[in-house]
């Protein structure tokens, strides 16, 4: 009976490719309205949409995988997913390591957020997720970094004071600002960081990187993209 | 789950709560606590194994087994867990790629390591890119298994070695006089003797175990504290559930999990030390002779 359960696992494990290629998309599940886990404990957001429609025009069956940012990369290099579809801005040092899709999020603004619109965003203490463009642009700013693993957890850090402004893409803090009865503002200037967000891929996929490519390019062609992030992002992205 | 949970937004009080810990995602966190007590049921034993094959041949009278065995314990006991589960896991898991690769994919000329890159033929994958994701979760499962078991298993040699030396020479010189060889002494006397001797080491590896779970998540496994810090993130609307900031309660339930926890084993191993010290020459041997006359 051992035996028997044995070998059908290891067949199961093994047994070769279908018909359609599946391609498995690896998301961090922490960042809305991008992606993020729902209720349900499925991947959704912007990206779970996009990813799904994209997969759909190419012929390609997607699972999804959630992976913590810090080893979102290593691990598209190790083989453990295809794709990174995770909010990742094309920056040229991640393009020394990944490849990019065109993006399908135009260039968009990162914010400071903090208690009060005085906050000191070049002196004090700023939040910013590890990893992230934003993270080394505080670094450069001349603010002190407080580095987090996940989003959620450098904007907890302001709410307890730990930091005095957290600063990370616009449209992940706009919606916590809008629910926060007063308690967030936005702080200092907004700035333009990175070619907007892109598809990573392993730069040996090139079929693969193609198919999305093509696939992003029509649909920013037809209008369906701008609809999309209209549909998740608001006002707060301008569409193509 | 519930068929008055369809719209979380017109729910109240603890028809809210009711519903909201009920969700599909509550339900993996609650899952997660049977995947970690499951693996702690499966590597408490691998590692004692493993404990015990490392103790015996640092003992062993052939040289290159005693190498072996010392060898092992050394190396493991002085690379940090983290390391060792970063390399380690990744290392098994491509040599177990790359093997797969051979046998299936002989004619495949693209290079398989390019740069950082590590790409093998789509046949050669574990498990398949097709296969549900239950086998990719259970192969990380597997993964972690092996790697926790050979972690602990490399302090548990250390432990069991030292219990082995531990025994007192009168008793293994009188299993001698009374004519028994060297295997039925180690299996007759030594070994049974040995396990009072070890029991307080192991107790406290079983205890580092119980907290070194998170460390799955390294591995792709979902283990409870990642899901506590999931949940109890501040929500938005765009989630069915919003709420604030609720990570300490989350982590103060799993505070009072892990104390459970600790305080069910220190019953069990009391339990166990008292069985072990029934007869045996030691202090609380001969406390538990003199009580029973």
């Not at chain 1, 209720?39 to 995988?65: N, P, Q, S, Y």
């Not at chain 1, 940012?69 to 094309?90: E, H, K, R, T």
């Not at chain 2, 591995?219 to 409870?224: E, N, P, R, S």
């Amino acid at each position: 009976m051992k035996k028997l359960i044995l070998t059908t696992a290891l067949l199961a494990l093994t047994a070769s490719a279908s018909l359609a290629q599946t391609v498995r998309m690896g998301t961090e599940g922490a960042y809305p309205p991008y992606n993020f886990i729902n209720d349900a404990g499925e991947v959704d957001g912007f990206e779970r949409e996009l990813g799904d429609k994209l997969c759909e025009m190419a012929g390609l069956t997607c699972e999804w995988v959630t992976t913590d940012w810090d080893g979102i990369i290593p691990n598209l290099q190790s083989g453990n997913y295809d794709v990174i579809i995770a909010g990742m801005s094309i920056t040229d040092e991640r393009k020394e390591v990944i490849d990019f899709t065109q993006n399908y999020v135009p260039p968009a603004s990162s914010a400071y957020m903090a208690l009060d619109a005085g906050a000191d965003i070049k002196g004090g203490a700023v939040s910013a997720q590890t990893g992230t463009i934003q993270a080394g642009y505080v670094q450069s700013s001349g603010a002190t970094l407080i580095e987090f693993a996940t989003p959620d957890e450098t904007v907890a850090a302001v709410r307890n004071g730990e930091a005095d402004a957290v600063f990370a893409d616009k449209e992940y803090l706009a919606p916590i600002l809008a629910e926060s009865n007063g308690q967030f503002v936005w702080a200092g200037e907004d700035v333009q960081l990175g070619g907007g967000v892109g598809m990573g891929l392993r730069k040996s996929d090139t079929e693969l990187r193609d198919k999305f490519d093509a696939g992003i390019a029509a649909m920013k062609a037809d209008g369906s993209l701008n609809e999309l992030i209209k549909k998740w992002f608001g006002d707060t992205v301008a569409p193509f | 789950m519930f068929s008055s949970c369809a719209d979380p937004s017109t729910l109240q009080g603890l028809n809210w709560l009711l519903c909201y810990l009920t969700t599909g995602k509550h339900l993996d966190f609650y899952f997660s606590f049977l995947t970690v007590l499951t693996l702690l049921a499966v590597t408490a034993p691998t590692a004692l194994a493993f404990g015990f094959g490392g103790a015996m041949m640092s003992r062993s009278h052939i040289l290159p087994l005693r190498i072996i065995g010392k060898g092992y314990t050394a190396m493991v006991r002085g690379v940090p867990d983290i390391v060792f589960f970063l390399f380690f896991v990744i290392a098994l898991d491509q040599g177990i790629e790359w093997l797969m690769h051979q046998v299936r994919c002989p004619d495949w000329t693209d290079p398989i390591r390019n740069g950082l890159e590590f790409r093998v033929c789509p046949e050669a994958k574990v498990p398949q890119n097709a296969s549900a994701q239950v086998w990719h979760s259970a192969y990380g499962f597997v993964l972690a298994v092996v790697t926790f078991a050979l972690v602990f298993g490399a302090f548990a040699a250390n432990v069991i070695y030292g219990a082995m030396q531990a025994v007192p020479r009168a008793q293994l010189e009188t299993a001698e006089a009374y004519g028994m060889n060297a295997r039925q002494v180690f299996r007759r006397v030594l070994v049974p003797q040995m396990w009072v001797y070890a029991l307080p080491g192991l107790s406290n590896l079983w205890m580092i175990l119980i907290k070194a779970t998170p460390l799955l998540f390294l591995l792709g496994v979902q283990d409870i504290v990642y899901w506590a810090r999931e949940l109890g993130g501040a929500k938005t609307s765009a989630y069915a559930y919003p709420h604030p900031d609720w990570r300490l309660y989350y982590f103060l339930f799993l505070l009072v999990f892990y104390l459970c926890m600790t305080r069910v084993s220190e019953l069990v191993l009391t339990r166990i030390q008292n069985r072990l010290s029934l007869g045996q020459a030691t202090a609380s041997g001969e406390a538990q002779r003199k009580a029973a006359t």
